[in-house]
């Protein structure tokens, strides 16, 4: 798209025949969320909020980690709504009072939402703490949490989650929870796919190794059927699901994820305005022919030359 184009869009996110997708941003403090929020987004897709947290010796208590939750909000106010992430602590984002020492495979070990299983009140605490901001901001707060794996798993947190009164949500970063996603559905309220972690845990490539670069890419067929699984599961139960990973920042991709039925595209503040502008030039219809097009690709440079060619 031109550079008037990019310069000039505003939003609200939609295709050029007027379906609507959000465009929401990725933040991890009250300062970032306030530059977010002068961008066209209609909130927040993803509130890093281990990010807080890592050179912490002592879990905050909860009036502090409600007053930090509550800067994030309060920059997006009553008519905007912000995805909080429950604490996704452990592998390459160690937090001292929440994570294990000396584990031997930390990526696939005990990190985000299994962190809550030998401590459930590090959950409790955090829920009561968005609950409580949420409350005092009067902003719409739903809550999402990291690294699940079973439905188990996402009935008790969306369980807690409705107590408290909040919106609840789980990503979908392992392959389970993609081929589950019906099921998943059933029970919690929206998904969002982290497709950063879904292409290392489908791939079995570290996310962090520069090496295994052409295996840790969201257009590799096999992240494509995963996603594609867990839109249809979505567009099936009517239902919420977004992506909150790196793919969502890709302008093209972003069509791609469209026309699998994806619903939110949250990204870091700056490809908001590129995907913006690349959506509004293409109509549904040639979303789902650029989707149908990468799903049948044979890898991903065959998938993007293919996505390119239907949408220039
Ligand atoms: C992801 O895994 O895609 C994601 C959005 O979460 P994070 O990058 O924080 O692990
Ligand atoms: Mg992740």
Known sequence: ESRAALATWNGPGRTADGVPVKILANVADGASAR????????????????????????????????????????AFGADRYVVVRTLDAGSDKPVAYATLDGEENPALGVRGLRLSFDNPGLMDRQLDAVAQAAKEAGTEAWVMAPMVATVAEATDFAAKVHERGLTAGVMVEVPSAALLAHRMLEVVDFLSIGTNDLTQYTMAADRMATDLAHLTDPWQPAVLQLIAITAEAGRQAGKPVGVCGEAAADPL????????????????????????????????????????????????????????????
Do not use: W
Request: hydrophobic share 50%; aromatic share 4%.
């Open 253 to 312: 991709l972003a069509c791609v994820l469209v026309g699998m039925g994806i619903t939110s595209l949250s990204m870091a503040a700056a490809a908001v305005r590129p995907v913006g502008a690349r959506l509004a030039t293409a109509t549904m219809d040639v979303c789902e022919e650029a989707a149908e097009a990468a799903l049948s690709a044979a890898d991903p440079t065959a998938a993007r030359d293919a996505v390119r060619a239907l949408l220039l």
């Open 35 to 74: 530059t977010a929020a002068e961008a066209p987004v209609q909130g927040v897709g993803l509130f890093r909020t281990e990010l807080s947290f890592l050179n912490r010796k002592e879990e905050p208590s909860v009036d502090e980690q409600a007053a930090i939750y509550r800067e994030v909000l309060d």
